[in-house]
Antibody, heavy 125, light 108 residues
Framework: QVQLVQSGAEVKKPGASVRVSCKAS????????IHWVRQAPGQGLEWMGW????????NYAQKFQGRVTMTRDTSISAAYMELSRLTSDDTAVYYC??????????????????WGQGTLVTVSS | EIVLTQSPATLSLSPGERATLSCGAS???????LAWYQQKPGLAPRLLIY???SRATGIPDRFSGSGSGTDFTLTISRLEPEDFAVYYC?????????FGGGTKVEIK
């Protein structure tokens, strides 16, 4: 079945960077946009951006421009989200998600299914 | 940016009761580009409804979506014990994608 499996929890110091991975299985990885969203403790969902795994094209939310980098490795069907210059406000669970239809017939902005299980990133000195 | 406002923040109901959750948008959500998700503690959100009305695969028919323009509703016809959770709406009309702040459905 279609599945996204994310890397494990991370603890980082302020000013550091973190990279979260999202490994896809059960479908053609290069055929579907991958998005990233985060959720601070007890808070709602905040969209960060998307990557086209086929071309590598990206689109980031303005809030994260200059601090986030989304990449992929098609040889192992994995997407990555790197966030730099971390502060305590970046403490959150980070999720990757897939859009429902193939890139050639699907806009990048869409609903999401499935979701990865989430990766907790804690920023603390 | 389209701001989504969900109400109420908390809904206290008993199993078997009907739940009505609202999602209001600051601008028209065209093409019915609105989805609903359910989230339980410690888990990722799960897709319930997309394109305002369409139930995702495996979602029971007690869940239904309605609305248009700027006002949308998720209805759970008869609450089951497993339905007590937080619910989020999401628009995908334009960037940035945005989510509502959530409605928590709790046991009364």
């Amino acid at each position: 079945q279609v599945q996204l499996v994310q890397s494990g929890a991370e603890v980082k110091k302020p000013g550091a960077s973190v990279r979260v991975s999202c490994k896809a299985s059960g479908y053609t990885f290069t055929g579907y946009y991958i998005h990233w969203v985060r959720q601070a403790p007890g808070q709602g969902l905040e969209w960060m951006g998307w990557i086209n795994p086929k071309s590598g094209d990206t689109n980031y939310a303005q809030k994260f421009q200059g601090r986030v980098t989304m990449t992929r490795d098609t040889s192992i069907s994995a997407a990555y989200m790197e966030l730099s210059r971390l502060t305590s406000d970046d403490t959150a669970v980070y999720y990757c998600m897939r859009v429902p239809c193939i890139i050639t017939s699907c806009p990048p902005l869409n609903w999401f299914d499935p979701w990865g299980q989430g990766t907790l990133v804690t920023v603390s000195s | 940016e389209i701001v989504l406002t969900q109400s109420p923040a908390t809904l206290s109901l008993s199993p078997g009761e009907r739940a009505t959750l609202s999602c209001g948008a600051s601008q028209t959500v065209s093409r019915n580009y609105l989805a609903w998700y359910q989230q339980k503690p410690g888990l990722a959100p799960r897709l319930l409804i997309y394109d305002v009305f369409s139930r995702a695969t495996g979602i029971p028919d007690r869940f239904s979506g309605s609305g248009s323009g700027t006002d949308f509703t998720l209805t759970i016809s008869r609450l089951e014990p497993e339905d007590f959770a937080v619910y989020y709406c999401q628009q995908y009309v334009n960037s940035p994608l945005t989510f509502g702040g959530g409605t928590k459905v709790e046991i009364k």
